[in-house]
């Protein structure tokens, strides 16, 4: 595996404490936050003093999310869910992504399900006020869900009438993954690109180094178990600490089975997949979330070059094959 993996929780956490978008100059090293897709964006470049740059990978964030957005009228995915099973045509880039997601939904056997949006509508769980459904009521959503409605031919997709899409398991992937080529292209030597804790690392820093991106602990914000040193990897992790509703004393959280239309129950807090490219971490730690520990690090462990770090709910770490042997612990972090 590549051996240089990363630490970032300090400043993912640094991150998400900060909000609008304020430039900080440091030697060649620019920073920005921006909150867009719906969590706090943060860009830094190397090697470069070109605030331009920085601008220009916001403009991209913000275009796609003017078209992958599933709530932003106007967007690919919201015609898509207004179209009463008529086609519709999307840009190159939707299509790409809903190809990515349907080949995801198919390796996964539809425990990522990019049709889930009537359940994750029905629970809203970021809501002000979110509610347990009643069965009822997930049963008719979970009626309306099933990847196998969505039909993809070029640049025109056709769901079936009554279904609905959310790409929310993937799309931060996919555009990380874009802004790594725009600062490729844009000729930066290095970027950290963390799109709400889907990190993506681009290069190396100035003196060489690989970037240190950290694992967050579970329910304990600014606090982390373990880092990564990695360079040209993404660090993606999906868990339940971050949104999520508490009744009756179990929580709610939102990644969804799409077997039950309920919030998955299993003994996992958080999934982190390190993967050549962000899509592929983004979709898998949703998958990995969903299929759990045996399940999940059986297709890791099946795939060349991606690993998982599993954080299980009694306080374990459980690791596919070659990802223990470069985790940092926090004890050698300083
Ligand atoms: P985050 O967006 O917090 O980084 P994930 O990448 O795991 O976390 O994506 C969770 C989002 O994906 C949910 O908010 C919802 O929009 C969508 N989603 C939930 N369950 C599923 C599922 N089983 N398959 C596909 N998408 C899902
Ligand atoms: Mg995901």
């Known amino acids: 595996m590549r051996k240089k993996l990363i630490c970032a929780l300090a400043l993912i956490f640094a991150c998400t404490a900060l909000g609008a978008c304020s430039p900080q100059k440091n030697d060649s090293r620019l920073t920005r936050h921006g909150e867009m897709l719906n969590t706090v964006v943060t860009l830094t470049t190397y090697g470069t003093d070109d605030e331009a740059i920085l601008d ?11 078209i992958l957005s599933r709530t932003a009228e106007g967007s690919d995915i919201y015609r898509i869910n207004h179209s009463g099973g008529e086609p519709v045509a999307i840009s190159d880039a939707t299509a790409e992504l809903i190809g990515l997601a349907l080949d995801y939904a198919e390796l996964s056997g539809g425990a990522f399900d990019p049709s889930i949006e ?5 629970w809203d769980i970021t809501s002000e006020s979110p509610r347990v ?8 959503a979970l009626s309306r869900v099933d990847w196998r409605g969505i039909t993809l031919e070029g640049n025109t997709v056709t769901l079936r009438p009554g279904m ?6 993937i799309a931060k992937g996919y555009i990380a993954d874009r802004l790594r080529d725009y600062f490729s292209d844009a000729g930066v030597t290095g970027a950290l690109i963390n799109l709400g804790g889907n990190v993506l690392t681009y ?8 970037f240190t991106v950290g694992v967050q602990k579970p329910f304990a914000s600014n606090e982390v178990i373990g880092a990564y040193r990695i360079s040209d990897m993404a660090l993606t992790t999906s868990g339940i600490y971050e949104r999520y509703f508490e009744q009756d004393g179990a929580i709610y959280h939102h990644i ?3 077997k039950t239309g309920r919030p998955v129950q299993n003994d996992v807090y958080s999934v982190t997949i390190l993967s050549p490219h962000s899509v592929d971490g983004d979709a898998l730690s949703t998958i990995c979330f ?8 059986a297709l890791i462990n099946s795939m060349d070059g991606i690993y998982a770090v599993y954080c299980m709910a009694d306080g374990s770490l459980i690791f596919s094959e070659g990802a223990e042997a470069e985790w940092i612990d926090k004890s050698r972090l300083q």
């Open 56 to 66: 220009g990978a916001f403009e991209l964030c913000a275009e796609y999310e003017a």
């Open 118 to 122: 009537p359940i994750v509508s029905l």
């Open 133 to 140: 459904p009643g069965d009822d009521e997930i049963n008719q």
């Open 164 to 169: 609905s899409m959310d790409l929310g398991a």
């Open 203 to 210: 290069g190396k820093k100035p003196d060489g180094s690989p």
């Open 256 to 258: 969804m089975d799409p």
């Open 290 to 297: 969903v299929l759990g520990a045996d399940d999940g690090l």
